[in-house]
């Protein structure tokens, strides 16, 4: 089984930051939840779908959730750009929800340990490989994260992760 911690984990720190940015639209928030939704959703469809589409062959069921994600995708970003937080929530809450239900399992069952990690690598690179970037994500995912979803991302991540943010 692929352990998806730090989608869940990423998942949460979204839907946080939209209740917060339904109440107030701080300038520096918008720009942490914007960089990471675009890092998420580019490293997705980059190099998650692509390779879940291949692993599904004719599966009509799974090709048909992986249109969807990609359509939700579609939605998502010009209202980010419009910086419509009412409309923004409603359609990124529905797609968390939608991909946490039917595309995380879908991935469970086609992709393997290794083919999730090497997706992993490739959306930390996407977030950047200097201390600095790295802390900073690190700080925004883990900001006012319930203590159980703290201890399994801290258990999660690899030493030097835990170093950097300790720092």
């Known amino acids: 089984m692929i352990d998806f911690t ?13 209740r917060l940015l339904a109440h107030h639209l701080d300038e520096a928030r918008w720009d942490m939840f914007t960089r990471q939704l675009l890092v998420h959703h580019q490293a997705e469809d980059a190099s998650l779908w692509p390779v879940v589409r291949e692993r599904l062959g004719g599966d009509a069921r799974g090709l048909a959730i992986l249109a969807d994600m990609e359509a939700e995708h579609a939605l998502i970003d010009p209202l980010l750009e419009a910086r419509d937080v009412v409309k923004l929530a409603e359609a990124l809450n529905a797609h ?17 340990e290794q083919e999730w990690a ?26 006012d994260a319930p203590g159980d979803l703290r201890e399994r991302v801290f258990a999660f991540l690899p030493p030097q992760a835990r170093q950097i943010l300790a720092s």
Request: charged content about 30%.
């Open 118 to 143: 090497r997706f992993a690598a490739g959306t930390r690179e996407r977030q950047g490989g200097v201390n600095e970037d790295v802390k900073a994500f690190l700080a925004w995912l883990l900001e």
């Open 96 to 112: 968390l929800d939608h991909e946490e239900r039917e595309a995380l399992p879908l991935i469970d069952s086609v992709l393997t």
């Open 6 to 18: 730090m989608m869940y984990a990423v998942h949460a720190a979204f839907r946080r930051d939209l």
